[in-house]
């Protein structure tokens, strides 16, 4: 499985940006999707996580009402929604599969199949 994100890029306090990940190799619909985040200096962190179904998410409190994850299961895709951005956002972020639940993913952290990362950067 190769999970390829992109949408990354710059962009200022209080704007948006739309994250993408496409998935390859086989259909996802039976894990969750997610994505984390490595800001510089710290550790990576889980964002949001959604079931197989696209029926439930788990989000960081972090996060919360200002990002939002959704997923086109036909096309093997799982979107970032991030508004009201702030330079804390500041990161590279990971999207990634595990055969469980959102919550599992943002718990434990280890899912099965890692992306590669996209630079998000937010000026103040």
């Known amino acids: 499985v190769q999970l390829q994100a992109s949408g990354g890029g710059l962009a200022q306090a209080g704007g948006s940006l739309r994250l993408s990940c496409v998935a390859s190799?086989?259909?996802?619909?039976?894990?969750?999707m997610g994505w984390f985040r490595q800001a510089p200096g710290k550790e990576r962190e889980f964002v949001a996580g959604?079931?197989?179904?696209?029926?439930?998410?788990y989000y960081s409190p972090s996060v919360k009402g200002r990002l939002t994850i959704s997923r086109d299961i036909a096309k093997n895709m799982v979107y970032l929604q991030m508004n009201s951005l702030k330079p804390e956002d500041t990161a590279v972020y990971y999207c990634?599969?595990?055969?469980?639940?959102?919550?599992?993913?943002?718990?434990?952290?280890?899912?099965?199949?890692w992306g590669q990362g996209t630079l998000v950067t937010v000026s103040s």
């Open positions: 990634a599969a595990d055969y469980g639940s959102p919550i599992t993913l943002g718990r434990v952290g280890a899912p099965d199949y």
């Open positions: 190799g086989r259909t996802l619909s039976n894990y969750a």
């Open positions: 959604i079931s197989g179904s696209g029926g439930s998410t």
